[in-house]
């Protein structure tokens, strides 16, 4: 078992693990381990230290002031010694290993079932572990050192987080026939609200960036919205058809309609802007082999009309 000074790696394993779960059971059981192992060796820890490591008087447990100090380190070392395997792999020339990935629901079902297929064949020894995810929990994962990278939609303008731009997507409006705007060629925010606007939920960075790029927080929508949101663009296409209205969806959610659907696409008036969507990640992450081989997937899985958006404006997120 390696050890730093008296430190085992493996006690700050356990250590990382219950400040995760904040709760002695379910940390052993995400580590393998019985209850009283870890407890035990979290003790030790404590005994070696000095120092009260966690409050246990709270439920769920929480770090102690110097007990958050030494656990943050810990996620340092224990990434650093996982360098060691990084560096093995570049020596033997292979990429295999476990990519722990979250991405965000807009995306993820285009471009998921071209990555695994893809991912697959190319480098059988990957192992992909997927969640869709909102943006918040994306991130906040990221920085708990639960997922390897993110697949979501960027600038981020957030330290510590590296972003590494992947595609590009405009935006068009999916309307109802019976819509006001339905014969124009191009829509703009005053035709949106028109008719009943559907937008997704509350937590979707794509509903930011749709307020942000027609404007419509300088609009009064209340009047306008239909007291309905979704999580899935795909819903909020077949409510169109059903009940009218209007939604906005990437570009690449438009080049999967059916032809039919299709004709009811119309671009956003006056905008050339488009939605940048980018692998994140922090610096301490330290599988740079297999972040290589994902992006290079996911480029070639990429609509090749995506990959020509680059030069455009970059719409924010505004993130609070």
């Given at each position: 078992?390696?050890?730093?000074?008296?430190?085992?790696?493996?006690?700050?394993?356990?250590?990382?693990?219950?400040?995760?779960?904040?709760?002695?059971?379910?940390?052993?059981?995400?580590?393998?381990?019985?209850?009283?192992?870890?407890?035990?060796?979290?003790?030790?820890?404590?005994?070696?230290?000095?120092?009260?490591?966690?409050?246990?008087?709270?439920?769920?447990?929480?770090?102690?002031?110097?007990?958050?100090?030494?656990?943050?380190?810990?996620?340092?070392?224990?990434?650093?010694?996982?360098?060691?395997?990084?560096?093995?792999?570049?020596?033997?020339?292979?990429?295999?290993?476990?990519?722990?990935?979250?991405?965000?629901?807009?995306?993820?079902?285009?471009?998921?079932?071209?990555?695994?297929?893809?991912?697959?064949?190319?480098?059988?020894?990957?192992?992909?572990?997927?969640?869709?995810?909102?943006?918040?929990?994306?991130?906040?994962r990221l920085q708990?050192?639960?997922?390897?990278?993110?697949?979501?939609?960027?600038?981020?303008?957030?330290?510590?987080?590296?972003?590494?731009?992947?595609?590009?997507?405009?935006?068009?409006?999916?309307?109802?026939?019976?819509?006001?705007?339905?014969?124009?060629?191009?829509?703009?925010?005053?035709?949106?609200?028109?008719?009943?606007?559907?937008?997704?939920?509350?937590?979707n960075c794509f509903?930011?960036?749709?307020?942000?790029?027609?404007?419509?927080?300088?609009?009064?929508?209340?009047?306008?919205?239909?007291?309905?949101?979704?999580?899935?663009?795909?819903?909020?296409?077949?409510?169109?058809?059903?009940?009218?209205?209007?939604?906005?969806?990437?570009?690449?959610?438009?080049?999967?309609?059916?032809?039919?659907?299709?004709?009811?696409?119309?671009?956003?008036?006056?905008s050339k802007m488009?939605?940048?969507?980018?692998?994140?990640?922090?610096?301490?992450?330290?599988?740079?082999?297999?972040?290589?081989?994902?992006?290079?997937?996911?480029?070639?899985?990429?609509?090749?009309?995506?990959?020509?958006?680059?030069?455009?404006?970059?719409?924010?997120?505004?993130?609070?």
């Amino acid at each position: 078992m390696a050890r730093i000074g008296n430190i085992s790696l493996i006690q700050l394993e356990y250590l990382v693990a219950l400040d995760k779960h904040r709760h002695f059971i379910r940390a052993a059981e995400a580590s393998h381990v019985t209850q009283p192992t870890l407890s035990m060796q979290i003790k030790k820890l404590e005994k070696e230290l000095g120092v009260k490591l966690f409050d246990r008087s709270r439920q769920p447990i929480v770090p102690t002031d110097v007990g958050t100090l030494i656990i943050e380190q810990a996620r340092k070392i224990l990434n650093e010694t996982r360098r060691v395997e990084e560096i093995l792999q570049s020596y033997r020339g292979t990429v295999s290993g476990d990519l722990h990935i979250g991405i965000i629901p807009t995306v993820s079902p285009y471009l998921m079932p071209y990555l695994i297929n893809r991912i697959g064949k190319k480098y059988p020894e990957i192992r992909l572990h997927v969640k869709e995810l909102l943006t918040e929990e994306i991130l906040g994962r990221l920085q708990a050192d639960e997922l390897d990278l993110g697949i979501l939609s960027t600038p981020l303008h957030m330290e510590g987080i590296i972003e590494r731009p992947l595609f590009y997507e405009k935006f068009f409006v999916y309307l109802h026939p019976s819509h006001p705007a339905y014969e124009r060629k191009m829509v703009g925010a005053t035709e949106l609200l028109q008719d009943k606007l559907w937008l997704l939920s509350e937590g979707n960075c794509f509903r930011n960036q749709t307020i942000n790029l027609c404007a419509l927080d300088e609009l009064n929508t209340s009047e306008h919205m239909f007291d309905y949101e979704s999580g899935s663009l795909e819903t909020l296409m077949r409510i169109v058809d059903m009940e009218g209205g209007a939604t906005i969806i990437p570009q690449w959610a438009s080049l999967e309609l059916s032809e039919n659907k299709a004709a009811n696409l119309r671009p956003v008036d006056g905008s050339k802007m488009v939605r940048e969507v980018s692998m994140v990640y922090t610096r301490n992450f330290v599988k740079a082999r297999l972040i290589d081989a994902l992006e290079d997937v996911v480029k070639v899985s990429t609509p090749e009309i995506l990959r020509q958006n680059t030069g455009a404006e970059v719409v924010e997120l505004y993130l609070n």
